[in-house]
């Protein structure tokens, strides 16, 4: 089992920064990723980081403002939002799965964290 604990959300005004952090315990992750999840629609990826952090993925809606990063060292996975916007306002999940390439859908992670609440004001 892995265990996947975030921190650092908040509220934040637009244009401003916030930058998460997911710890993750018990067996090795690999690849990894952000969600974001607002009520009424579907779970969507933010971003997502293969096991060594050779590859990542973005969501064309956060592509140069947000950036996601790991350290094995630490066991702990980031996301840095920058230039936030109201349409960002959302709970943040972290996720793991048993593979080491960097994956799109919420159907390929096995392991959610219990998520973060970010909220941006106009």
């Known amino acids: 089992q892995v265990q996947l604990v975030e921190s650092g959300g908040g509220l934040v005004q637009a244009g401003g920064s916030l930058r998460l952090s997911c710890a993750a315990s018990g067996r090795t992750v690999h690849a990894m990723g952000w969600f974001r999840q607002t009520p009424g629609k579907e779970r969507e990826i933010v971003a997502a980081?293969?096991?060594?952090?050779?590859?990542?993925y973005y969501s064309d809606s956060v592509k140069g403002r947000f950036t996601i990063s790991r350290d094995n060292a630490k066991n702990t996975l980031y996301l840095q939002m920058n230039s936030l916007k109201p349409e960002d306002t959302a709970v943040y999940y972290c996720?793991?799965?048993?593979?080491?390439?960097?994956?799109?859908?919420?159907?390929?992670?096995?392991?959610w964290g219990q998520g973060t609440q970010v909220t941006v004001s106009s």
């Open positions: 996720a793991s799965r048993r593979w080491i390439n960097v994956a799109g859908s919420p159907s390929e992670y096995d392991y």
């Open positions: 980081i293969s096991w060594n952090g050779g590859s990542d």
